[in-house]
């Protein structure tokens, strides 16, 4: 794909449905009692891969346009299921199929299949799944097992994590508490007190009873961390609204850092969609300014810290991202893609062991630059590329319709 540079950016944009509620909404609903409608549903490669691992289930599922129709089911039959790329289905469902009494085989993609499972699988273990990853990772196998309730710590910072010993937590006997260090994204939680499930939350910990679920409808926001590309070219080149956009307070990290950049932006319309916070977000061309970033604000912005990284290698001084060491077990090391995609183009980046330092200039040249076949570098790599001199090719750039298809014809949209 070939990004040719532009002066200036103004626009309104229609941003798709997000990711993580999107796969929750599919999966959640396809073990609850009843039928359930998702309006604005995600349907990039990811979401799709969710939607066959539970037809591969049992459930039904139906798609017209961004409209997704489910009936649910109360007894899964074994599977194998195929995840695609996607590592949000893959431990998702490595927790929902043990709470559920599922045997199953999961397995993904190349790049799906070098990534960390012991992470979940080790803790469904304490809840006495039974569960088997390959070296750490797919395939992973799961057999029938009685779970018990206990207190549990997730060792890493992952929603995926926590939401995989949630839902296996909703098969086992007793209470079970889930216990995190940093608060990520609360969109299980949320999703499951609404489907009647016997969840609260206390702090970082979440005390979760058996339950039954029952269908709930879902209207899903706009995905902040898609909008976040959007919301950069604002910063960079004149304005962006984004409209109906998820600020969830677990995930709007980047309009934590835009405010330490001095970038400029404005809520407007501030609503709650079905028990999620929603805004149009506008944001407005600024003098950006360097700014640090560490450990604690990671996983409220961890998707975002390629487009963060854009922004600072355009940014007045020396950025330093640290504690992000979450990064390199992505869908590439995105340590390394992201600073090598930044040099490519002419920005001065330094990869650390947790993180990058970059120092930025008032423009870059432009030029070729790689994806990984990672949605997120190549969609960070066209917003840097757009706002360069000269732009540049970005190669396996189809990769963005993981998350966000149609990005490149919204990026043609501007008025
Ligand atoms: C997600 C959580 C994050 C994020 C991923 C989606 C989710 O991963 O990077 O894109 O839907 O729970 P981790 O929880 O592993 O950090």
């Known amino acids: 794909m070939n990004i040719e540079p532009k002066k200036k950016w103004y626009g309104t944009v229609e941003i798709p449905g997000d990711k993580s509620i999107t796969h929750r909404a599919i999966l959640f609903n396809a073990i609850a009692t009843g039928s359930a409608r998702i309006t604005n549903a995600l349907l990039g490669e990811d979401c799709l891969s969710s939607i066959g691992c539970m037809r591969a289930l049992g459930a039904e599922i139906e798609r017209e346009g961004s409209t997704i129709f489910i009936r649910g089911s109360q007894s899964l039959k074994d599977a194998e299921c195929y995840c695609g790329n996607s590592g949000t289905t893959m431990r998702l469902l490595m927790g929902l199929l043990c709470g559920q009494g599922v045997c199953a085989r999961l397995t993904g993609d190349p790049s799906l299949s070098q990534r960390p499972m012991e992470r979940v699988a080790s803790p469904l273990r304490e809840l006495g799944a039974d569960i088997e990853t390959t070296d750490g990772k797919a395939p992973v196998t799961i057999r029938r097992a009685h779970l018990t309730g206990t207190k549990v710590d997730t060792r890493v910072p992952s929603a995926q994590v926590k939401s995989a010993l949630i839902l296996a937590a909703l098969g086992a006997e007793g209470e079970t508490i889930v216990s995190e260090q940093l608060k990520t994204r609360d969109h299980t939680e949320r999703m499951l007190q609404a489907m009647g499930a016997r969840l609260c939350v206390e702090g970082n910990s979440v005390v979760v009873r058996k339950s039954s679920l029952r269908c709930v409808d879902v209207d899903v926001p706009a995905d902040i961390s898609s909008a976040a590309y959007f919301m950069a070219l604002g910063a960079l080149l004149g304005e962006t609204v984004c409209k109906n956009v998820g600020v969830n307070p677990t995930r709007t990290g980047i309009l934590k850092a835009f405010d330490r950049m001095n970038i400029q932006y404005f809520l407007e319309n501030a609503r709650t969609v079905c028990g999620e916070p929603v805004a149009d977000i506008r944001v407005k061309k600024s003098e950006i300014r360097a700014a640090e970033f560490t450990r604690e604000i990671m996983p409220s912005l961890i998707d975002e810290l390629p487009i963060l990284a854009v922004l600072c290698a355009y940014a007045e001084g020396e950025s330093v991202i640290s504690g992000a060491e979450e990064l390199k077990v992505k869908e590439s090391d995105r340590i390394l893609s ?13 990869a650390t062991e947790d993180g990058f330092r970059i120092v930025g200039k008032p423009s870059l040249c ?23 001199e000269r732009g540049g090719r970005i190669a396996d750039a189809e990769c963005v319709d993981i998350s966000f298809p149609g990005f490149y014809s919204l990026l043609k949209q501007t008025s």
């Open 338 to 350: 992201t600073v090598e995609m930044l040099r490519n183009m002419g920005a001065a980046a330094t």
């Open 366 to 388: 432009g030029g070729d630059v790689q994806s990984y076949k990672d949605h997120r570098i190549a969609m960070s790599a066209a917003i840097g590329l757009l706002a360069s």
